[in-house]
C-alpha cells in the first residue's frame, strides 16, 4: 500500500481540522477548537487503482503571532491550502503560504480549498481573485466542512495529483 503525507495549511479558523474531521469520520462539530502544534489522522483510500493509506497532517494555523514550523512539510507528498471565504484576510494569507511554501519545499502539488462555502451570505471569495489564480494553475474548490459539500472533491482531487 503507498503511503502520501498531506499537510493542512492555512490561517487560524479556516475549518483546516473541520475538513479533516468531515473526511475522515464524516462528521463536523459547531465547537472551535485552536489546533496545538500537529495533530495526524489517516484514510485508507483507492486512487487510480492503487491503494493509498493518506496520513493527514493538520497543522495549527498562521496569524499575526504564530509562525508555521516549515519542517513539518519535509517529505509531504502535497498540501491542502485553506481559506475562508467569508474572511478576504485569510485569503491573502493562503497566497502567502503558497508563496513561502514552494519556496521552502519545492513546487508540491496542492489544492486551494475555499472553505465556508455555507454561509453564502457573508461569502467574499472574489471572482477577479479567482481567476487570477486559476491563470496560475492553481486548483480551486469550494467547500463546505459543515454540510460536506466539495470536501471528498479537494481530498480526491489532491490525492490523484500526487499519484500523477
Request: glycine fraction near 8%.
Amino acid at each position: 500500500m503507498l503511503q502520501k503525507k498531506i499537510c493542512m495549511l492555512g490561517a487560524f479558523a479556516v475549518g483546516k481540522t473541520s475538513l479533516v474531521r468531515r473526511y475522515v469520520e464524516s462528521i463536523y462539530s459547531d465547537a472551535y477548537h485552536t489546533t496545538v502544534g500537529v495533530k495526524i489522522s489517516r484514510k485508507a483510500v483507492q486512487v487510480k487503482n492503487n491503494d493509498v493509506n493518506l496520513v493527514l497532517w493538520d497543522l495549527y494555523g498562521e496569524d499575526d503571532f504564530q509562525r508555521m514550523s516549515w519542517k513539518y512539510l519535509q517529505g509531504a507528498s502535497g498540501y491542502l491550502l485553506v481559506a475562508d471565504g467569508t474572511r478576504p484576510a485569510t485569503l491573502d494569507k493562503a497566497v502567502e503560504l503558497e508563496h513561502t511554501a514552494r519556496a521552502k519545499v519545492g513546487a508540491s502539488p496542492f489544492v486551494f480549498v475555499v472553505n465556508k462555502c455555507d454561509l453564502a451570505g457573508d461569502w467574499q471569495f472574489d471572482q477577479r481573485l479567482e481567476g487570477q489564480l486559476v491563470a496560475r494553475n492553481w486548483s480551486i474548490v469550494r467547500s463546505s466542512a459543515k454540510t460536506g459539500e466539495g470536501v471528498d472533491e479537494a481530498f480526491s482531487r489532491l490525492a490523484g495529483m500526487m499519484l500523477a
